[in-house]
């Protein structure tokens, strides 16, 4: 059971992701470099941390095979919102400046349907606890997007527990009740993003617009005022010196200025003629006011499904369309398929909701170019690989055996509707002359299958499952590890890190298969993550993976359980200090893995980021009786400078902290996995947390 089986839930809506940016470069971290005026900034230096749903409405559910529905009438969950609830924002969080492309969601709650103020409400609902993970299988979506994250695409993928159901002895929604029936206790949630800011604005403060603000009637002793925002700077360019210098990308950014440096008063009265002013120009076309163009905002489309007991958290073990060498126009595509046990039909279910190039960012408004991008893509359609025709992927072993929707507005709807899942059969009237339909059924549970597109004349081959049929991830991939603190039930973060392999050959588990896997060397640890979307074009990155002997783990072959999982046991000790040039804390790592066996593995498309990264904290030794001027000054100011908008608890200024010591340690004690707990990028080891928490108790000796 999962999110790709019945029966399932499928929403979509919109999503706000408002990181702080100044934590985006190691070079930020250094004791050498306080002045605010000499940091990269980047692209949203007040950012909040916060992640949040935003407008997400149900809009289908499917019960089983062809039963579904998305009419309010027939089920009254159509149209109820898919909420986050809390009381403290859900935060999203890097793991460390040198791996930025693992962005995970901490302290999310969803809930679907509920009382509410809309007239419509009803009264059914569940609500349950999303385990905090990452997203995955990034990638640049958007053909004609901007340079930006506004062009990415990524996919979220967990397992909602703690579920609390509310259905009446008389449910409201036939959907919810049913859902409640087959999967109690937990609940598979896969979601996707994009499009987010994906109309980026830029405010220039140069000597130019200083002039036409003149001219435009604001006073010269004000202008000169602004003169530090011509100093503002993202990041540095390729010969390392500032790039665009007074660029400033954020609107709130230049608010939250403009009263630090004229004061609440001239910041009110002068403030629209300064923004019309230094506004850079929109390009040509300019988009439409969707969700999307709303800084710093995007869009989402997700699925809500049921759970088995002990499967897989953030991965469904399923089969996998990965893009042919070359092809940049489509991505992995997850699918399963399903024989219905009343009629021996097979059925073809597969996720599309980040697989397909757009023209544009989004998929919610194809007439103005905001659409899956069919025009490159070509007519698409669903193939098996026949192997009896000639072993390999090759149009020539293509059978076509279902057509996907091919105009805009089908698209549309398949992806703002059913959340990219598409549930196709074999169509007959396709096949070639002399297959019938249970012979191809066959062919589709045994041979690789694939999508094709481009015209009828001269196709080309997007995606194409494994020749073998075989799959490979890790269950959890993201670690934060602290050398000396033993692993346990309470304790996750600790010394070991216990990775979940899971293998699959065509949709089912490959048992007594070798996995096996390897520590990225330092070279090609700084290779690859400068080559991620979410990490390139950070400036200082070096020093990553070393010392290499920090880790170990089993680098032998390890054959697949009955399962098709394999347990590797990661152990960490003390990295030291091999960052300490830019006073970072620890050591980032990653791992490979693959199949043992060469012949698998050289055919196996696997996707650049699915490894293993991890955080190995350094181990230090503190003072026995910890003072600010022995130890704390040491660690808390660099989280004033890196996170601008904790600007009120001033934690590089003695007094202050003193004065806000019981909000402060209260944040700090809060368990990782709390909203509010504090640094939202939780990269304070558990040594350091603890013996700040020390100094409170002993009432914060100077």
């Not at 004609?144 to 527990?161: K, W």
């Not at 049913?178 to 499009?195: E, G, R, Y």
């Not at 990553?544 to 390890?558: G, K």
Request: net charge neutral; proline share 8%.
């Amino acid at each position: 059971m999962s999110y790709l089986t019945y029966p399932r839930l499928h929403f979509s809506g919109g999503f706000l992701a408002d990181p702080s940016t100044v934590n985006n470069t190691p070079d930020n971290y250094t004791d050498t470099n306080d002045d605010i005026a000499k940091l990269q900034l980047y692209w949203n230096p007040n950012g909040t941390g916060i992640f949040d749903f935003q407008s997400c409405l149900v809009t289908k559910v499917v019960y089983g095979p062809g039963d579904e529905t998305t009419d309010p009438a027939a089920d009254p969950v159509i149209g109820q919102p898919v909420n986050a609830v809390y009381t403290a924002a859900p935060k999203l969080v890097d793991l460390d400046p040198d791996q930025q492309n693992t962005s995970e969601i901490w302290g999310l709650s969803l809930q679907v349907a509920g009382i509410s103020a809309n007239p419509a409400s009803i009264s059914d609902f569940v609500r349950g606890d999303y385990v905090a993970g990452s997203y995955n299988a990034v990638w640049g979506q958007a053909i004609n997007g901007p340079q930006s994250s506004g062009s990415g695409c990524g996919v979220y993928q967990s397992s909602l527990t703690n579920l609390s159901w509310t259905t009446a002895a008389k449910p409201q929604s036939k959907f919810l009740s049913l859902l409640q029936q087959q999967s109690p206790k937990q609940l598979s949630v896969n979601f996707v993003v994009n499009a987010h800011n994906n109309a980026p604005v830029i405010y220039v403060f140069s000597a130019d617009t200083l002039r036409a603000l003149v001219k435009n009637g604001v006073p010269a002793n004000i202008v000169d005022k602004l003169l530090p925002m011509t100093r503002y700077f993202m990041n540095l360019d390729k010969n390392n010196k500032p790039a665009n210098l007074g660029w400033v990308p954020t609107e709130s950014y230049v608010n939250n200025q403009l009263t630090i440096l004229l004061g609440q008063a001239n910041a009110d009265t002068y403030r629209s003629t300064i923004l019309a002013t230094t506004l850079k120009p929109q390009p040509s076309p300019v988009p439409p006011p969707n969700i999307n163009t709303k800084f710093p905002t995007g869009l989402l489309t997700g699925t809500i499904g049921p759970l088995a007991t002990a499967t897989p958290t953030f991965y469904t073990p399923s089969r996998m369309m990965a893009p042919i060498k070359g092809q940049t126009q489509c991505n992995f595509a997850p699918f399963c398929t399903q024989v219905l046990t009343n009629s021996n039909e097979v059925l073809i279910t597969v996720n599309l909701g980040n697989s397909l190039a757009t023209d544009k960012p989004g998929y919610n408004d194809p007439e103005h170019g905001f659409g899956v991008a069919l025009k490159a893509l070509g007519a698409l359609f669903l193939v098996c690989f026949d192997q009896t025709k000639g072993t390999g992927i090759s149009l020539n072993n293509a059978v076509t055996i279902a057509a996907l929707p091919n105009t805009p507005a089908q698209m549309a709807q398949l992806m703002t509707v059913s959340g990219g899942i598409l549930t196709v059969k074999i169509d007959p009237a396709l096949l070639p002359s002399g297959l019938t339909v249970q012979q191809a059924q066959q062919k589709v549970l045994t041979m690789p299958l694939g999508l094709v597109g481009g015209p009828a004349s001269a196709q080309i081959i997007w995606l194409a499952e494994n020749i073998n049929g075989y799959n490979l991830r890790a269950d959890q991939f993201v670690f934060r590890m602290n050398p000396g603190i033993p692993s346990g039930p309470e304790q996750a973060c600790g010394e070991t890190a216990l990775v979940r392999l899971y293998a699959t050959q065509f949709g089912q588990p490959a048992a007594n298969i070798g996995l096996q896997a390897t520590l990225m060397s330092p070279a090609d640890s700084v290779k690859y993550t400068s080559n991620t979307m979410g990490t390139g074009g950070t400036s200082g990155l070096k020093n990553i993976a070393i010392p290499q002997n920090a880790l170990s783990f089993n680098t032998a072959p390890v054959m697949t359980d009955a399962q098709g999982m394999v347990e590797l046991k990661i152990v960490g000790t003390d990295p030291g200090f091999p960052r300490a040039s830019q006073n970072v804390d620890g050591q980032i790592y990653f791992v490979r893995y693959n199949f043992a066996d060469q012949t698998i593995a050289q055919s196996y498309t696997q996707h650049p980021d699915d490894l293993i990264s991890i955080l190995l904290f350094s181990q230090q030794t503190f003072p026995e009786n910890p003072t600010w001027d022995n130890c704390i000054q040491y660690i808390l100011p660099q989280y004033a400078k890196l996170y601008p908008i904790m600007g009120r608890f001033k934690l590089d200024d003695y007094a202050t902290v003193v004065q806000y010591a019981e909000p402060i340690r209260t944040v700090l004690a809060k368990p990782m996995d709390d909203a509010l707990h504090m640094p939202v990028i939780r990269d304070l080891s558990i040594q350091r947390t603890q013996v700040i928490l020390n100094w409170f108790a002993n009432h914060t000796p100077k």
